[in-house]
């Protein structure tokens, strides 16, 4: 591994991900650019100033792992490979794959709620805006300002009740099994 210029390592160090970049971790870089820009999206998405406060430690991890970077041996560098920060398809698992094999119906239903989404976010949400700016409907005026909101709120207490009941029953495969206690001659 060839060393980097100082001052351009420097310069992209500003940019989560830049800095890796330019050193030669492409997935590493890739993997906080976009960490970065999905706390951004999903603080604006959802309306969430908070979850902008990760902003700041993606931003100083990504600066200051740069400078880890560029201050390898070349033998530090060959124990330290580049790679993805967060493996998808480790946190996954094998369950993980297994249901998606079979079933498609999850992926199908994300689609048809992405669909709709969309449908109403470039069709239906401008008509009703302009029903509130007609007929000074304040009330579907709060409404659209925090439906996006109100939706993602309900599907995660949803979600954690779910996981709080533990999800259906599942039947103890040990419940069924019956041991062998020898036959008796007669």
């Known amino acids: 591994m060839n060393r980097k210029n100082g001052f351009w390592t420097f310069c992209f160090a500003f940019i989560p991900g830049g800095g890796q970049m330019y050193q030669g971790y492409m997935k590493r870089g890739l993997s906080l650019m976009s960490m970065f820009m999905f706390v951004i999206f999903l603080s604006a998405f959802l309306g969430m100033g908070l979850l902008s406060l990760m902003l700041p430690v993606i931003w100083a991890y990504s600066f200051f792992d740069t400078f880890n970077i560029h201050s390898q041996t070349p033998e530090q560098a060959a124990q330290n490979p580049d790679d993805y920060l967060i493996d998808v398809s480790g946190l996954m698992g094998e369950n993980g794959r297994r249901l998606l094999s079979r079933r498609h119906k999850l992926i199908g239903w ?77």
């Open 110 to 186: 994300g689609l048809v709620v992405l669909g709709v989404y969309a449908l109403y976010a470039n069709f239906v949400r401008p008509a009703l805006w302009n029903a509130v700016y007609a007929y000074d409907l304040t009330w579907l005026q709060w409404l659209l300002d925090s439906l996006s909101t109100l939706v993602v709120a309900v599907l995660l207490v949803v979600l954690g009740v779910y996981l709080l009941k533990g999800g259906p029953a599942r039947q103890n495969p040990d419940e069924d099994y019956t041991a062998f206690k020898g036959g008796e001659e007669q």
